[in-house]
């Protein structure tokens, strides 16, 4: 349903786990992180990507992460 209404990343995150709980199992838990920086130096622009494929978690784990990290596996 649209986008996160807040920047409270606890938040979004439950409501996240919520969601992913009414759907059937059949739906699937697939995820990606998607990271892009660009950079300019000496007039020279630089772009870079990141993906990374993995899944949402069930219930958050681990500590030290940001974002997304304690559900993304």
Do not use: W
């Amino acid at each position: 349903p649209g986008g996160a209404e807040t920047h409270d990343s606890d938040a979004n995150m439950s409501r996240l786990l919520e969601e992913l709980a009414k759907c059937s199992p059949e739906a699937g838990r697939r995820a990606r992180f998607r990271t892009v920086i660009t950079l300019i130096l000496h007039g020279q622009k630089y772009c870079f990507e990141g993906v990374v494929h993995g899944s949402i978690a069930t219930e958050r784990s681990g500590n030290g992460g940001f974002g997304y990290d304690p559900v993304f596996i």
